[in-house]
């Protein structure tokens, strides 16, 4: 069994049928699916897509680059859903300083927020941190009790390390199976199979081999992610996708 945590196939721009697109996941051995929101709109949408489907759940949460939008209602949807046993965590928020696409003190402000309602919910959280991660720390040790991801994580070694001293898993996509930094291959061949849990962030980061074959990357890509780490954990294949599966099984409680 493989696990798709972090995909965006529920979104009105994606140009697949979604039920085309998990018939292919499941034919894969993809048997659940998390799709994530990053908006109040994406997070309907996502807790829509997933009620209707076997196999599917939802993640709902307000990325930073709209921290500047303001909640609108999420809080209300947070409330109306959060016991629903589709929904699996908030996410994606946190922090981007990459390319300023909103004041870091309102991504901060929205960060706390968001982190506090996970933690009145009992919510597994999945992190969004790109050129922040100073920032970010800073505001995690602020709180007791998160569960959560680094989703795409694509850092130094040293800051994955700072994730696993607290508690959090590591989330693996196609980059680990295209990236030419010597550093980041490390990096991901470093990773305790046992924080490990995999994502495609489909529609965007086809894996190798398919990257620059297929346009559009789908859950079903998770088994070429899965088979490319096992040779560079230089285990079998199945060990990985168990090992993982039963990772991403118990933080979002699958």
Not at 67 to 83: I, N, Q
Not at 146 to 152: D, K, M
Not at 156 to 167: D, V
Request: hydrophobic share 40%; net charge negative; proline share 4%.
């Amino acid at each position: 069994m493989l696990i798709d945590t972090h995909c965006h196939i529920h979104e009105t721009s994606y140009p697949l049928d979604g039920d085309d697109v998990i018939c292919r996941a499941n034919q894969a051995g993809v048997t659940r699916i998390i799709c994530v929101g990053t908006n109040e709109t994406s997070s309907i949408e996502a807790v829509d897509f997933a009620s209707s489907r076997d196999g599917v759940f939802a993640a709902i949460g307000i990325h930073p680059y709209y921290a500047e939008t303001g909640l609108g209602d999420f809080a209300k949807l947070v409330e109306s859903t959060a016991h629903d046993k589709k929904i699996v965590a908030i996410g994606e928020i946190g922090l981007d300083y990459y390319n300023n696409q909103s004041p870091r003190e309102a991504q901060i402000k929205l960060l706390k927020y968001q982190i506090e309602l996970a933690l009145k919910y009992d919510l597994p959280i999945i992190f969004h941190v790109r050129d922040a991660y100073d920032d970010f720390w800073s505001v995690l040790d602020d709180f007791q009790g998160i569960r959560g991801v680094l989703h795409s994580f694509t850092d130094t070694l040293g800051n994955a390390e700072e994730g696993l001293k607290r508690g959090l898993y590591i989330g693996i996509n196609g980059i680990s199976t295209f990236t030419k930094d010597e550093t980041q291959k490390l990096m991901y061949s470093s990773i305790p199979l046992d924080r490990i849990i995999f994502e495609t962030d489909a529609p965007f980061l086809t894996p190798n081999p398919l990257r620059g074959k297929v346009k559009i990357n789908e859950p079903a890509f998770i088994r070429n992610i899965a088979e490319y780490n096992s040779v560079i954990h230089q285990i079998t294949f199945d060990e990985i996708a168990n090992t993982t599966s039963a990772n991403a099984r118990a933080l979002f409680n699958l």
